[in-house]
């Protein structure tokens, strides 16, 4: 590996990578034809793993995040224990925008992302770096997504994604996770200027932080709206799609990447329409949708998800037969397999074995 003389890495140029061997994925993505479903699981690097757990006892989070050794370590974990996966995604966070806009975020255990000081009323907004110098604020990351790449080494591609605006607007103004998001949704519906405004900031700063991640290594993007699901259809339609469609068109204008979107829960009336209305390639559907219904919905769109993680607690055989029918809902083709969202840390790793075999054992 190349070292700068400060110490830091100099990045390796895209032209330097070795050429990728399974590009199942991209193709999938780009409607092409592929012979076998490609699959990957949200939340691969984690704390299901006893190797993941190894690497964390010692590092806390975002240091492990902020550690490009250990943030490509962890990346590599999943591909070096299931050698069949079809990509590998970047480890880190969505929430490391916030942070680089001038916020505090702990992880806390038990807790999971804590913010001590956010948002409370639209004067707060002064207090943010609104326009950050991404290369000096998220640079870790870039050098997290190019050292990754390198040492994939063309086996798979690697993915980069960030949050989306109206996601990252609600943690920093519920200052952690939250069931009902009501003091964002009292900024939606009491504050519509300011939440715009904070909208297009956050809209910005993951437009250059997006293409940024393609120029260090990411072959695919991912943008999680994990929020979506818990806006009523106009407040989608104002508050998420606009935004969501902004950065796909942005960032296509700058780099050609395959790009996904994953609005969790975002099956309301319209969406998932409004969705495939937008440039990008495919869209990830969670489990409370059924596959051929989401096919109906989502015009000539590449497909990803959707097994409820819940469905990796069943016995093999039964979880075989689950995936079995939802490959028979999406079909084969402008399909990729995954969860309808993250990975439990109580799965059993092996049955996460299970689920890429079983999704690799369904041909046309
Ligand atoms: O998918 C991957 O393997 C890549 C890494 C990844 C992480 N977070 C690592 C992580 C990705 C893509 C994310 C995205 C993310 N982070 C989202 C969007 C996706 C989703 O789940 O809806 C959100 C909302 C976050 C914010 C966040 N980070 C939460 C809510 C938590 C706590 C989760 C929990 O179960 O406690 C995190 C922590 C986190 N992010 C962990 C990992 C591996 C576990 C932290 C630990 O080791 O203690």
């Given at each position: 590996?190349?070292?700068?003389?400060d110490?830091?890495?100099?990045?390796?140029?895209?032209?330097?990578f070795?050429?990728?061997?399974?590009?199942?994925?991209?193709?999938?993505?780009?409607?092409?034809?592929?012979?076998?479903?490609?699959?990957?699981?949200?939340?691969?690097?984690?704390?299901?793993?006893?190797?993941?757990?190894?690497?964390?006892k010692?590092?806390?989070?975002?240091?492990?995040?902020?550690t490009?050794e250990?943030?490509?370590?962890v990346?590599?974990?999943?591909?070096?224990?299931?050698?069949?996966?079809?990509?590998?995604?970047?480890?880190?966070?969505?929430l490391?925008?916030?942070?680089?806009?001038?916020?505090?975020?702990?992880?806390?255990?038990?807790?999971?992302?804590?913010?001590?000081?956010?948002?409370?009323?639209?004067?707060?907004?002064?207090?943010?770096?609104?326009?950050?110098?991404?290369?000096?604020?998220?640079?870790?990351?870039?050098?997290?997504?190019?050292?990754t790449?390198?040492?994939?080494?063309?086996?798979?591609?690697?993915?980069?994604f960030?949050?989306?605006?109206?996601?990252?607007?609600?943690?920093?103004?519920?200052?952690?996770?939250?069931?009902?998001?009501?003091?964002a949704?009292?900024?939606?519906?009491?504050?519509?200027?300011?939440t715009?405004?904070?909208?297009?900031?956050?809209?910005?700063?993951?437009?250059?932080?997006?293409?940024?991640?393609?120029?260090?290594?990411?072959?695919?993007?991912?943008?999680?709206?994990?929020?979506?699901?818990?806006?009523t259809?106009?407040?989608?339609?104002?508050?998420?799609?606009?935004?969501?469609?902004?950065?796909?068109?942005?960032?296509?204008?700058a780099?050609?990447?395959?790009?996904?979107?994953?609005?969790?829960?975002?099956?309301?009336?319209?969406?998932?329409?409004?969705?495939?209305?937008t440039?990008?390639?495919?869209?990830?559907?969670?489990?409370?949708?059924?596959?051929?219904?989401?096919?109906?919905?989502?015009?000539?769109?590449?497909?990803?998800?959707?097994?409820?993680?819940?469905?990796l607690?069943?016995?093999?055989?039964?979880?075989?037969?689950?995936?079995?029918?939802?490959?028979?809902?999406?079909?084969?083709?402008?399909?990729?397999?995954?969860?309808?969202?993250?990975?439990?840390?109580?799965?059993?790793?092996e049955?996460?074995?299970?689920?890429?075999?079983?999704?690799?054992?369904?041909?046309?």
């Amino acid at each position: 590996m190349k070292r700068a003389s400060d110490g830091t890495r100099s990045r390796m140029s895209l032209s330097a990578f070795p050429a990728l061997k399974n590009d199942c994925m991209l193709r999938a993505a780009r409607g092409e034809a592929t012979e076998w479903i490609p699959v990957w699981m949200m939340r691969q690097a984690g704390r299901y793993l006893p190797e993941y757990q190894e690497v964390r006892k010692d590092a806390d989070f975002f240091t492990m995040c902020r550690t490009p050794e250990l943030a490509c370590k962890v990346s590599l974990q999943p591909l070096e224990r299931f050698p069949t996966l079809d990509a590998v995604i970047i480890f880190s966070d969505i929430l490391v925008i916030p942070q680089a806009m001038g916020m505090e975020v702990l992880m806390v255990k038990g807790k999971g992302p804590v913010f001590p000081d956010p948002l409370k009323v639209p004067e707060d907004i002064q207090k943010l770096t609104l326009k950050p110098d991404i290369e000096s604020t998220l640079g870790y990351v870039f050098d997290a997504v190019n050292l990754t790449r390198e040492r994939i080494a063309g086996r798979v591609p690697l993915i980069g994604f960030s949050g989306a605006p109206f996601t990252l607007m609600a943690y920093m103004i519920e200052g952690g996770g939250s069931r009902t998001l009501s003091k964002a949704k009292t900024w939606l519906f009491k504050h519509p200027e300011a939440t715009h405004k904070l909208l297009q900031a956050l809209t910005d700063i993951i437009v250059e932080y997006l293409v940024g991640k393609v120029k260090a290594g990411a072959q695919m993007l991912q943008v999680f709206e994990s929020n979506g699901g818990d806006l009523t259809p106009d407040h989608f339609t104002e508050f998420s799609l606009p935004y969501l469609s902004q950065i796909a068109s942005r960032v296509k204008a700058a780099v050609d990447v395959p790009m996904t979107v994953f609005a969790r829960g975002a099956n309301q009336e319209g969406a998932l329409e409004a969705l495939a209305s937008t440039e990008y390639n495919t869209i990830s559907v969670d489990w409370r949708i059924e596959p051929s219904d989401a096919r109906k919905r989502a015009g000539n769109k590449t497909l990803q998800g959707n097994l409820d993680p819940g469905a990796l607690y069943a016995a093999p055989e039964t979880l075989r037969k689950l995936v079995a029918k939802m490959v028979k809902g999406f079909g084969t083709q402008r399909y990729i397999a995954n969860l309808g969202h993250g990975m439990h840390p109580s799965h059993d790793p092996e049955m996460a074995g299970n689920f890429i075999d079983a999704v690799h054992a369904c041909t046309n």
